[in-house]
C-alpha cells in the first residue's frame, strides 16, 4: 500500500465517521453507534473501500488508550475506592457467568467433551472469550450522557477494569493446557506486581505532577507530560508486566485525577480524540467485520454465541450488582454496560489461533459479537437513562 493512500483513508473514516455520528445522534442514538456503522459501511463487509491496516490497527490503538487515560483523569478518585470490593465482586461474577456459558454453548453445538479432550479445550476458549469486557465504547456513551461520575458509572468502569486483569489470568490458565511453557503462577505475580509499581510509583509521579502544576498552572506543558506518562504507563503495563496498556492508560488517569488542573489536562486530550483518534478507534471494529466463511451451522452458533454472551454479563453482573444492594434500574444499567466487546476479545481470540483452541472461522462470531454489543449496548444505556429521567429518578 503506497504511503499517500492512508491519507485518503484517514479522510474517508473521519468524513463517514463525522456524518453518521451526526445522524446516530438525529435518531436519538449516541454517536459513536453511528461511528462503527460508518467503519461497517466502508470497510470490506459493505463498500470495501479500505481494509483493515497496520497503520490504522496502531491509531486505533492509540485511541482507545487516549480514550482510557481520559476516563481515569474523570474519575473521583474516592468514589472508585468505595466502588472498589463491590466492582471486585461484579467483576468475577462478570468472568465465571460467561466461561462457564461459553463452554455449555461449544459443548450443546459440537457435542460433550471429556476433561482434557481437544473439544474440552475448545469449549473453555470459547467460554474465555465471553469473559472479556471492552469498557470504551461504555465509557463514551456514560461520557456523552454525562454519567461517568455517577455512582454506576464508577462501578462499570472499576468492574471492566477488574474484568480485563482476571481475564488475562483466567486467558494464561487457558493457553497453559496447550502450552505447557505458560506460568500461571507468573501472571498473578506479575500482576500483583503492575499494581504495587503503580501505586508506589504512581505516588512519586503525582507529586512530580503536582508541583508542575502549581509551577506552571494551564499551561501545555503539562497535559503534555501527561499524555507521554499515559503511553510510558501503558507500554510499561504491557511489556514488562502482561496487562493490557488501556489498563495502564487508565491507571495513569487516576494518578493525575487529582490534580487541580485535571480538567483541563482532560480538555486538552480529548481535543485529539474527539477529532481524530476516537473516530479511527470506533470506526476500525467495522472495518475488521466480514462474513465470507459462513455457512448454516456457523451462523446459527454465531447468532446463539452473541445472544449467550450478551445475557450472561447482564445475568452474572446483575446478580450481584442486586445483591450488592443496587437497585433494579441500576444492576441493568451495570449489567448492560459491561456486555461490550472489543479489543479485549479481538486479542484473546488471536490468542486461541495461535495456541491452536480457535480457527479462524469462528472470528466471524467474534466479530458480530463486538459489532452488536457495540451498537446495542450504547443505545439501551441511553433507554435506561432516559426511562429513569421520565420517572424523576435522580443518579448519584
Given amino acids: 500500500m503506497e ?5 485518503r483513508d484517514l479522510a474517508i473514516i473521519l468524513l463517514f465517521a463525522k ?3 451526526i445522524l446516530a ?3 436519538k442514538a449516541p454517536q459513536v453507534v453511528g461511528q462503527i456503522i460508518a467503519g461497517l459501511l466502508v470497510g470490506p ?4 473501500w479500505i481494509t483493515q491496516t497496520d497503520f490504522i490497527t496502531q491509531m486505533a490503538e492509540v485511541g482507545v488508550i487516549i480514550l482510557m487515560f ?7 478518585l474516592k468514589e472508585l475506592i468505595k466502588t472498589g470490593p463491590v466492582a471486585f465482586l461484579i467483576a468475577c461474577a462478570g468472568v465465571f457467568i460467561p466461561l462457564v456459558f461459553g463452554a455449555l454453548l461449544y ?3 459440537y457435542g460433550a467433551a471429556p476433561w482434557g479432550s481437544e473439544n474440552f479445550y475448545k469449549a473453555v476458549f470459547i467460554g474465555t472469550i465471553m469473559t472479556a469486557t471492552s469498557v470504551s465504547i461504555t465509557v463514551a456513551s456514560l461520557q456523552e450522557l454525562g454519567k461517568i461520575k455517577s455512582k454506576v458509572g464508577t462501578t462499570i468502569v472499576s468492574a471492566a477494569i477488574i474484568d480485563d486483569v482476571i481475564g488475562i489470568i483466567v486467558l494464561t490458565f487457558v493457553i497453559g493446557f496447550k502450552n505447557p511453557d505458560s506460568n500461571p503462577l507468573m ?3 506479575k500482576t500483583v506486581a503492575f499494581f504495587a509499581v503503580a501505586i508506589i510509583g504512581g505516588f512519586l509521579f503525582y507529586k512530580i505532577f503536582l508541583t508542575l502544576d502549581n509551577r506552571y498552572p494551564h499551561t501545555r506543558r503539562v497535559p503534555i507530560i501527561g499524555v507521554a506518562f499515559c503511553f510510558a504507563l501503558s507500554y510499561i503495563a504491557e511489556r514488562y508486566f502482561g496487562i493490557a496498556d488501556i489498563t495502564g492508560a487508565y491507571v495513569a488517569g487516576v494518578i493525575l485525577c487529582s490534580l487541580s488542573d485535571n480538567e483541563y489536562i482532560k480538555r486538552k486530550v480529548d481535543v485529539s480524540s474527539y477529532m481524530f483518534f476516537g473516530p479511527v478507534f470506533f470506526a476500525s471494529i467495522g472495518l475488521k467485520t466480514t462474513f465470507n466463511s459462513m455457512n448454516g451451522k456457523l451462523f446459527a452458533f454465531c447468532i446463539c454465541f452473541v445472544i449467550v454472551a450478551l445475557l450472561a454479563k447482564v445475568i452474572g453482573c446483575g446478580l450481584i450488582s442486586k445483591l450488592c444492594r443496587y437497585s433494579v434500574p441500576d444492576c441493568l444499567k451495570i449489567g448492560v454496560g459491561m456486555m ?3 479489543e479485549v476479545a479481538l486479542i484473546v481470540a488471536q490468542k486461541g489461533l495461535a495456541a491452536g483452541l480457535l480457527t479462524a472461522d469462528y472470528f466471524t462470531a467474534v466479530i458480530l459479537l463486538i459489532l452488536v454489543s457495540s451498537i446495542a449496548t450504547p443505545i439501551i444505556l441511553k433507554l435506561l437513562y432516559s426511562s429513569d429521567e421520565k420517572k424523576g429518578i435522580v443518579h448519584t
Fill in 340 to 342: 461490550t466487546r472489543g
Fill in 19 to 21: 456524518c453518521f455520528g
Fill in 187 to 189: 501472571v498473578i505475580v
Fill in 70 to 76: 481520559s476516563v481515569g483523569l474523570e474519575s473521583d
Fill in 107 to 109: 459443548m450443546g453445538f
Fill in 45 to 48: 463487509c459493505v463498500f470495501g
Fill in 3 to 7: 504511503s499517500y493512500e492512508i491519507l
Fill in 25 to 27: 445522534r438525529k435518531f
